[in-house]
């Protein structure tokens, strides 16, 4: 997910009761919700697609859930007492626990890539063990509504404090509300996938579920077909298109997935879910991901492969 929605969930962890057992509890809660995104450094030495083949990965994976908390903590704790040292330190502050401000990093930290499970996107949740990527296909990787709801319930409940009133409830009630949405939403991505078109014949080899901007209601069923072939439709509920869509490309077959990841064809391969190969005009080929294609826009996931010369799909 986008990186509001990460820090809106820490401050709705706070408001909800949690920033009042210890001092700087707040920054580690906001910090701690976002720090997995440390791999985005990885664009200042990864040229071209390699970035794909490395983010959301070691930083989102077991060993980071605990260290990275850890060293959050330690210069929370560490900015307390050289504030402390100085005669900086804020009169109203709460005593600090280094045990609570790693508890409070830790549960940040988790709530980071269970977010990010959620889109299309994916995320490696066990590496540096498994290199595995996994998909919760339920929310699109911007949600305006969870915007809304968990920006106001923070602004309500911040606004209740200053008042006197009671805080901790906006936001508690806000962060079921937040479950209970994203669960309704699974339960659409489910049925996208399962009624409909991707349950006549002749019955695709895989069909994924790809929430859209805004219509939450609404899924890209992107479907693939027996012969390798994407393509995609607007699932608007049982047995209800909104529109159809197919790559109006010549889609060639599947190059073979390179063995080196740091490549970019390797880095690309590696992180894509739906790849597919489309003849360039040249006579080469494009690889690309059914997830990201868009003819009207050009496509940021993409790799040209100049040695490679299109050949044609089998038959369906």
């Known amino acids: 997910m986008d990186n509001l929605t990460h820090s809106l969930t820490g401050a709705l962890l706070g408001q909800a009761g949690l920033k009042r057992k210890t001092g700087l509890a707040m920054p580690a809660l906001i910090i701690g919700a976002n720090l997995p995104d440390l791999d985005a450094a990885c664009f200042l030495w990864l040229d071209g697609v ?3 083949g490395f983010r959301r990965g070691i930083t989102h994976g077991p060993i980071a859930w605990v260290v990275l908390p850890l060293i959050l903590a330690w210069l929370l704790y560490g900015l307390d007492r050289w504030q402390t040292r100085r005669g900086k330190r804020p009169e109203g502050r709460l005593p600090i626990s280094f045990k609570w401000l790693f ?31 996994f998909y919760g296909d339920t929310l699109f990787i911007i949600d305006v509504w969870l915007w809304a709801l968990m920006g106001l319930a923070t602004w309500f409940s911040l606004r209740r404090e200053k008042r006197g009133g009671d805080w901790r ?65 607007g699932w608007d509920g049982p047995d209800r298109g909104y529109g159809y869509h197919y790559p109006k490309v010549q889609q060639c077959a599947l190059p073979m997935r390179p063995a080196d990841r740091t490549s970019q064809s390797g880095a690309f391969l ?33 790799v040209v492969m100049q040695d490679v010369k299109c050949q044609e799909l089998p038959a369906d």
């Not at 339960?187 to 939450?216: K, L």
């Open 50 to 52: 390699e970035h794909l």
């Open 169 to 233: 409830a906006p936001a508690r009630i806000a962060l079921i509300t937040s479950a209970a949405y994203i669960a309704i939403n699974g339960g659409i991505s489910w049925m996208a996938t399962n009624t409909g078109g991707t349950m006549a014949e002749p019955y695709p080899m895989r069909a994924i579920a790809a929430p859209v901007p805004i219509a939450f209601w609404r899924r890209e069923v992107i479907i693939q077909q027996a012969n390798g072939a994407w393509s995609s439709t």
């Open 103 to 133: 508890i409070l990093s830790f549960i940040a930290c988790l709530t980071h890539p269970a977010l990010d499970w959620l889109n299309v996107y994916g995320i490696r949740l066990l590496e540096p063990f498994s290199s595995r990527w």
């Open 270 to 302: 590696f992180w894509s879910r739906a790849p597919f190969a489309e003849r360039a005009p040249d006579g080469s080929v494009i690889l690309r991901d059914a997830r990201f294609y868009d003819p009207r826009v050009r496509n940021r996931f993409e």
